[in-house]
């Protein structure tokens, strides 16, 4: 079966920098589309970033423009986030998701999440 595995999140002084990972299993990762999102307490999960199945495009939010950069190896069926410059309002649970390939804006899986802490 599918599994998204992320990895990398941790406790952080604002201005730090943190790498996360996100593993996949079980479906032929260089077919899809894949993005990060989050989720802070008591706020709704919000978009990211999301990156093309070649990685050749990217996108980001608005919030994480210019600080974030995500990324992907196939040959490791493994997605990147590499934070930076992070501020407390980056606090929030990471999760990584595969992109349909056929619903546009629909997600087939979902990791379980990593938390990310930064204190001020």
């Known amino acids: 079966q599918v599994q998204l595995v992320e990895s990398g999140g941790g406790l952080v002084q604002a201005g730090d920098s943190l790498r996360l990972s996100c593993a996949a299993s079980g479906l032929t990762f260089s077919t899809y589309a894949m993005d990060w999102f989050r989720q802070a307490p008591g706020k709704e999960r919000e978009f990211v970033a999301t990156?093309?199945?070649?990685?050749?495009?990217?996108y980001y939010a608005d919030s994480v423009k210019g600080r974030f950069t995500i990324s992907r190896d196939n040959a490791k069926n493994t997605l990147y986030l590499q934070m930076n410059s992070l501020k407390p309002e980056d606090t929030a649970v990471y999760y990584c998701a595969v992109r349909s390939a056929v619903v546009a804006a629909a997600y087939d899986y979902w990791g379980q999440g990593t938390q990310v802490t930064v204190s001020s």
């Open positions: 990156i093309s199945r070649s990685g050749g495009s990217t």
